[in-house]
């Protein structure tokens, strides 16, 4: 197999980061290839530290890639993967075996990741080294099923009192919006790092804001980054995005809808589910502490 080398990421240019990056999920089970501008955008984003992350060379070629990202003691891989020709080589063990030592030396004392559901050899191998089970996130793609109207539910507001909503505004009082935690791309600090978000649109109650979406309109798709409602009723909580994406797809039924990593409860989830927004990838949260390190 040749000289193995596991390397900071932090020595390599974004460049050479991201010819790892895409030679690790070659032939993956979605298509992933980044650009080096894409992601360094990531990266920032969702506070992935180079110099915790690691890099798999053999025989001095880039071959795999483990990306870690840290808030306080929480760490996160945000991405690790072996190119195809050394798959089933016990080096993603490795790999992942040093990613855990690097967080637990950064300061992290929790570890967590996500797993698309179909691929069992990943999810085997995050349970062999201690990873356990946290929730299921869905991922929806697709076109919206437009109503005549919306679900009825207490708290329902007409469209005139909708209006733009600044994302920054949306973000000021993010728990109260978000009943059910987000996952970690999808938290307050990854929302208020992310200039891809061009919009904001709220449900407001005379100057009380009720509910509110963040997106993006891209490729012929809205792309949406978050959506949250205040109201104590989950019927309501959904009434009030299904409301506002309603709104925003008026005379656009041909736009496509993207959302990603969508929790139970969420009331995002709940509207998409409503709208019959197809869900076309599943994903397993998992976690794990990382005190008395055992792999």
Do not use: K
Request: glycine content about 10%; some cysteine.
């Amino acid at each position: 197999m040749g000289r193995i080398l596991f390397a900071p990421a932090s020595e390599f240019s974004i460049e050479q980061v991201t010819q790892a990056f895409n030679r690790a999920f070659t032939g993956y089970y979605l298509p992933m290839t980044q650009t080096p501008a894409g992601l360094a955008e990531m990266m920032r984003e969702n506070d992935v530290q180079l110099g915790v992350s690691l890099t798999l060379l053999v025989d001095g070629a880039l071959e795999g890639i483990g990306l870690v990202a840290l808030r306080g003691e929480r760490g996160w891989i945000a991405s690790m993967g072996i190119g195809p020709r050394l798959r089933g080589r016990w080096l993603g063990r490795q790999l992942l075996a040093r990613l855990l030592d690097a967080m637990r030396g950064a300061g992290a004392r929790t570890a967590q990741l996500e797993a698309l559901t179909v691929n069992l050899p990943a999810l085997a191998l995050y349970t062999s080294m201690g990873f356990q089970d946290v929730r299921e996130l869905r991922v929806y793609q697709g076109p919206l099923r437009m109503r005549a109207s919306v679900v009825p539910a207490s708290g329902m507001a007409s469209a005139q009192h909708i209006r733009p909503l600044a994302p920054r505004v949306a973000l000021l009082d993010f728990a109260a919006f978000h009943q059910t935690p987000p996952a970690w791309q999808r938290e307050e600090r990854t929302l208020s790092q992310m200039r891809r978000i061009s919009s904001g649109l709220g449900l407001w109650e005379g100057e009380r804001l009720r509910a509110y979406t963040l997106y993006a309109h891209q490729q012929g798709g809205l792309v949406i980054f978050d959506a949250g409602s205040s109201d104590p009723s989950p019927d309501a909580r959904r009434a009030h995005i299904v409301t506002l994406l309603t709104y925003l797809m008026a005379g656009r039924e041909d736009l496509v809808a993207r959302a990603i990593n969508t929790p139970p409860g969420d009331a995002l989830g709940d509207a998409l589910d409503w709208l019959a927004c197809p869900v076309v990838a599943r994903q397993r949260e998992m976690a794990r502490t990382l005190y008395n390190l055992s792999i």
